[in-house]
């Protein structure tokens, strides 16, 4: 029996991928049945794709608004000048996460970016307070270093992880 190629490979595991893209919780006889797969092939390709950190997490969408949660988005912007090896060493050590910790932010996403800002960061607090506590701590944390921010507050989430919002009444009520 030959080998599968790559190329087929390759077309397998996008087609599970885009399937955990839609909902990663299924379960495995799901998923084999939507990709025509069979279930042992599907948990193979899984684990492959976990091992090899093509797959590196799942996550479950909370209604924030239902846990008493506001969303945020952080835009910050970096000043020119070449970082210090203490601010690379803070950064890497993600210091951050102690930080939000205490204050009862989580962090829901983090980006390097290119473009107006450098980074993006999404999380949610228990209201703008708290969110520009976290913002006031960020830039106590990386003095010197952040030029710019801007903090945007998610009126309404149309599409997360995703996953489009369950409640299409509630984006009409919105509009």
């Known amino acids: 029996m030959s080998k599968m190629s790559k190329e087929q490979i390759n077309k397998d595991e996008k087609k599970i991928i885009i399937e955990l893209k839609n909902k990663a919780t299924e379960n495995l006889d799901v998923l084999a049945r939507r990709c025509g797969f069979s279930r042992q092939k599907v948990w193979r390709i899984v684990k492959r794709l976990e091992y090899s950190q093509l797959i590196w997490g799942y996550t479950a969408i909370i209604d924030e608004e239902r846990n008493d ?5 952080l835009l910050i912007k970096r000043t020119p000048q070449q970082l210090m090896e203490k601010t690379v060493n803070i950064i890497a050590s ?19 970016v290119h473009g107006d800002y450098d980074w993006v960061l999404t999380f949610t607090a228990q209201d ?7 913002c006031s701590s960020l830039l106590g944390l990386h ?7 801007t903090l945007l507050e998610t009126l309404f989430m149309v599409k997360n992880h995703y996953v489009l919002n369950p ?3 509630l984006l009409k009520a919105f509009l």
């Open 167 to 169: 409640k299409p009444e």
């Open 128 to 134: 703008i307070i708290v969110a520009k506590k976290f």
């Open 143 to 149: 003095q010197g270093v952040i030029e710019k921010t």
């Open 69 to 73: 949660l506001h969303h945020y988005t």
């Open 94 to 112: 993600r210091k951050i996460e102690e930080l939000v910790t205490n204050l009862g932010v989580m962090i829901e996403s983090s980006y390097y």
